[in-house]
């Protein structure tokens, strides 16, 4: 009996205890944990996309004396674009300022300064069913990759001052405006259209692809293209990158659902799904026409497939998934290894054939197969009425990022665009960074 006594007091003492906690370690109000964990790991997920994944994937690709420059192109933008999310990118993007659903004004298309460095948002300010400063995150890894996919297409070289200068103005000018229209809540221009983007096929890949073709032909081609061979250093760096982005994606698809759910499930299948359809048909195609498939064309056809589920992923089914995976895989092919030929510019790594046309693809198919018809889940879909407000919001955004990537790569210009010749030669990691990647 007097055990039992003891025990019934130490229980009341530690309820006591718990009870008398400062209110700051109790959960907020309308705060899911688990919502939050998940976004959490998928924050860390698709920043992990970057630096070191995208690095790698571009660090194979380019040649020897080129692998160093393409690295810190990648991990200098995450610095760069973080300082700009900070001072006022995230506010200009999300803060919905004068914003009314289905009125038309200036802040349809871009937000206001209102939270510029955070300026109001307390720790415990919510966004849904995670802290606010949370989603600022999340959304700062996406506004982080797109420019740095950029970097394939001018690739072994654009000057790093003049990639630094057009990247921070690319941002302000076509990144924050897009993304604005898109996520930035009901009275953005394209969500007021009803346009589909689940994870940034507009926001991200058809900006990024757009982009990537202006600064080709501006750069111009590297030394010797199309006839001297420039040939992947190292596959083994660019199939590792592979397998970062790839598993990276899981949280650029499922993190979007901002949600630990079934939604955030369904995306991480279909992003599966058709990366895995996209990398087969891809190799497929060089069994027949080359007579051997290729460890660069999986992976190509890997990264293809996951940039066009991309806007698709919280609106599609397995079935779905599949025919995004197979179409991608056709025409991305098609896009990087004939289409670059007939035009003849030099996207170095393929970021317009792969992320603009891929991501394409995806825009306009998820008009498709979001009806439950075909095994999404939007129930009544008018199919037709939505792949005209996708294809709409495609040809605005190809000529919103057409025009802000000129006027980008006009600034950049005032230091010059392109290393000279002598120093293109020796390559960028030398004349650019006084150092090597490799010791040799």
């Given at each position: 009996m007097t055990r039992a006594w003891r025990i019934l007091g130490l229980g009341t003492a530690v309820g006591a205890s718990v009870l008398s906690l400062p209110t700051t370690v109790r959960a907020q109000e309308g705060l899911d944990s688990g919502d939050t964990a998940w976004v959490l790991t998928s924050t860390a997920l698709v920043l992990f996309m970057t630096i070191p994944g995208l690095a790698l994937f571009y660090g194979g690709l380019v040649r020897t004396k080129n692998v160093l420059s393409v690295l810190m192109h990648c991990f200098v933008l995450t610095a760069l674009v973080t300082v700009i999310w900070l001072v006022g990118g995230y506010s200009l993007a999300f803060d919905t300022g004068g914003m009314v659903e289905g009125t038309i004004?200036?802040?349809?298309?871009?937000?206001?300064?209102?939270?510029?460095?955070?300026?109001?948002?307390?720790?415990?300010?919510?966004?849904?069913?995670?802290?606010?400063?949370?989603?600022?995150?999340?959304?700062?890894?996406?506004?982080?990759?797109?420019?740095?996919?950029?970097?394939?297409?001018?690739?072994?070289?654009?000057?790093?001052?003049?990639?630094?200068?057009?990247?921070?103005?690319?941002?302000?000018?076509?990144?924050?405006?897009?993304?604005?229209?898109?996520?930035?809540?009901?009275?953005?221009?394209?969500?007021?259209?009803?346009?589909?983007?689940?994870?940034?096929?507009?926001?991200?890949?058809?900006?990024?692809?757009?982009?990537?073709?202006?600064?080709?032909?501006?750069?111009?081609?590297?030394?010797?293209?199309?006839?001297?061979?420039?040939?992947?250093?190292?596959?083994?760096?660019?199939?590792?990158?592979?397998?970062?982005?790839?598993?990276?994606?899981?949280?650029?698809?499922?993190?979007?659902?901002?949600?630990?759910?079934?939604?955030?499930?369904?995306?991480?299948?279909?992003?599966?799904?058709?990366?895995?359809?996209?990398?087969?048909?891809?190799?497929?195609?060089?069994?027949?026409?080359?007579?051997?498939?290729?460890?660069?064309?999986?992976?190509?056809?890997?990264?293809?497939?996951?940039?066009?589920?991309?806007?698709?992923?919280?609106?599609?089914?397995?079935?779905?998934?599949?025919?995004?995976?197979?179409?991608?895989?056709?025409?991305?092919?098609?896009?990087?290894?004939?289409?670059?030929?007939?035009?003849?510019?030099?996207?170095?790594?393929?970021?317009?054939?792969?992320?603009?046309?891929?991501?394409?693809?995806g825009v306009l198919l998820v008009a498709v197969f979001a009806s439950t018809t075909f095994g999404g889940n939007q129930e009544g879909l008018d199919i037709g009425a939505q792949l005209k407000t996708q294809s709409i919001a495609a040809v605005i955004t190809i000529a919103w990022t057409l025009v802000g990537t000129y006027i980008s790569l006009k600034v950049a210009s005032i230091v010059g665009l392109r290393v000279q010749a002598d120093d293109e030669e020796t390559g960028l990691d030398l004349t650019q960074h006084t150092e090597r990647g490799y010791d040799i």
């Open positions: 004004n200036i802040n349809s298309f871009i937000g206001t300064l209102n939270k510029a460095f955070l300026h109001g948002v307390a720790p415990d300010a919510l966004w849904g069913s995670i802290p606010e400063v949370l989603f600022f995150m999340f959304q700062l890894t996406f506004a982080i990759i797109t420019p740095a996919l950029i970097v394939g297409a001018f690739a072994e070289r654009m000057k790093f001052s003049a990639m630094m200068l057009f990247s921070a103005v690319w941002v302000v000018l076509v990144y924050l405006p897009i993304c604005h229209m898109t996520w930035g809540g009901a009275g953005g221009f394209f969500a007021d259209m009803g346009a589909f983007d689940f994870a940034g096929g507009i926001v991200v890949h058809l900006t990024a692809g757009t982009a990537a073709l202006v600064a080709a032909v501006m750069v111009g081609a590297r030394k010797g293209y199309p006839h001297s061979p420039m040939t992947p250093h190292n596959m083994t760096m660019c199939l590792t990158g592979t397998g970062m982005l790839w598993v990276g994606w899981f949280g650029f698809n499922g993190g979007s659902a901002l949600a630990a759910n079934g939604d955030a499930a369904m995306a991480i299948l279909v992003t599966q799904i058709s990366a895995s359809v996209a990398a087969l048909t891809w190799i497929a195609i060089e069994w027949v026409k080359l007579g051997k498939p290729s460890a660069l064309g999986f992976a190509t056809g890997a990264i293809a497939g996951l940039a066009a589920v991309t806007p698709a992923s919280g609106f599609i089914g397995p079935e779905g998934a599949f025919v995004i995976g197979l179409t991608s895989g056709v025409v991305c092919w098609w896009a990087a290894t004939q289409l670059k030929i007939k035009l003849g510019y030099d996207d170095a790594l393929d970021v317009l054939g792969v992320h603009g046309v891929g991501g394409l693809v």
